[in-house]
């Protein structure tokens, strides 16, 4: 018996296989009519209707996902892209800045042999004048240097600490010197003036200038462009309900999309199953897809009959031995109540002949009396 609840048991999880089975191949025959019916022809008022748009919102969603990727990705390589030309932006501008220090320091010369213009002069006023602060620092510190020799051990540790200090101001007064060169000659480079430069050192820089200009201004239209794409898809982002957590928001259109596919599903198997047994509403529609559903339903059918019956039988062949139990307790007790009989009956004799001895004495008794 033990062995057949066992068996039973086994069957019912493969009838909830099949069932379920069964419920996906009824909610494939829904999917494969509905479009080919009338709204009159379901089951209830606004089924198609409803189906039709939990259709448009799963297809919705699935848009949404797929723009969110899309538009993340080019995003990404947008900035990756923008990054890396801002790095060759900022190569050239460096080899821009050593061309201006370098056609700045020509055209000095030049100007100061008296070669050049009078278009430089204005060019180099901070030159000249840095250029006079830098004399007047540099004199002093040699005549710090000079009277440093003759002096004395307490002299010597001011004139230390002023030589110090005027060091300091001829790195600083260099380091501005440089800046003012480099500025001047993109002033030259800028304004065409490279032109008026003697140098033939200068025509080579000229066209080492305008060649990095050009593939600067190309790599700059380039820039700009790729920020805008990657502002366009961050605003699909944004519009998409993107903030900060990208993953998150996905997933949250993910469990959006699971849940109506899951409504999807149940509203096609209740329309399956109304469908199976109204065969009018189909059989003269050409629907591809249609004779494949139906035999597959039937085919899970016979699935199911076959199992319910193989259950029915085992319950049966149970119930059969619980009876047959039940029998065999009942005769053991009809035999029990037979043997108390026999033995009741017995007694009952026994009492009986008691009782004719009992009575015989007491005659004899009276017949004694009597004699």
Known sequence: MEQKRSQITTIFKELDKYKLELDGHLAELGRVVAPYMKPKEAPEEGTIEQIRSIQGEIERLDQVISEIHQANMGARSSSEEISQIEQRLASIEFEKNSLYSRIGVIAYEEYTAGEAKE??????????????????????LKDIELRYVAASFIERMSLRMRQKKIRKEIEVLNKEREQLFRKAGKQICTSNL?????????????????????????????????????????????????????????????????????????????LGAYLVERPDIYTKKDIPELSQALKRISTSREKITEKESKVNKLEADIKIDDLKQLIDRDNQAIDRKHAQITGLQKEIREIKHRVSQNSEKIEELRQAAEA
């Open 119 to 140: 278009e430089f002069s204005l060019i180099f006023s901070s030159v000249l004048h840095q250029n006079s602060r830098l004399t007047k620092s540099q004199k002093s």
């Open 194 to 270: 490279i032109k008026d430069i003697r140098s033939r050192t200068a025509s080579t820089i000229s066209s080492e200038y305008e060649r990095l200009e050009k593939t600067y201004e190309t790599l700059y239209r380039q820039l700009e462009d790729k920020k805008r794409v990657r502002s366009k898809n961050e605003e699909i982002l944004s519009h998409a309900g993107v903030a900060d957590n990208l993953d998150k928001r996905v997933e949250q259109l993910k469990e959006s999309r699971v849940v109506n596919e899951e409504n999807l599903q149940k509203l096609y198997s209740q």
